[in-house]
């Protein structure tokens, strides 16, 4: 069973920086998609950013410059960066990591807790 972590949550002041960390166990992939959602409190589930193992990047237009997704790719697992800065109250909420490996399926971290203050 392949398993998701997050880290590098917390409390930050507006203006302030963080990084989440995911690190992917219990499996080898050489493809995959890895991306990071939030959810506030209230809200769904919206996209952040997103890696595909070729390297090629998306962001949600709100965090575009601001935020910055990367991929460590060793030799026994893959671990996703979300490199945020000049965060605002608005970035506050769980972060979730999703990976995405063609054959083994779809998979969810239990998310990441980051709150900004004004």
């Known amino acids: 069973q392949v398993q998701l972590e997050e880290s590098g949550g917390g409390l930050v002041q507006a203006g302030g920086s963080l990084r989440l960390s995911c690190v992917v166990s219990?499996?080898?992939?050489?493809?995959?998609?890895m991306a990071w959602y939030r959810q506030a409190p209230g809200n769904e589930r919206v996209l952040v950013a997103r890696?595909?193992?070729?390297?090629?990047?998306?962001?949600q237009h709100s965090v575009e410059g601001r935020f910055a997704i990367s991929a460590d790719n060793a030799a026994n697992t893959v671990t996703v960066y979300l490199q945020m800065n000049s965060l605002k109250p608005e970035d506050t909420g769980v972060y979730y990591c999703?990976?995405?490996?063609?054959?083994?399926?779809?998979?969810w971290g239990r998310g990441t807790q980051v709150t900004v203050s004004s």
């Open positions: 890696i595909y193992s070729g390297g090629a990047t998306d962001y």
């Open positions: 219990r499996g080898r992939f050489s493809t995959y998609v």
């Open positions: 999703n990976g995405i490996f063609p054959g083994r399926g779809a998979y």
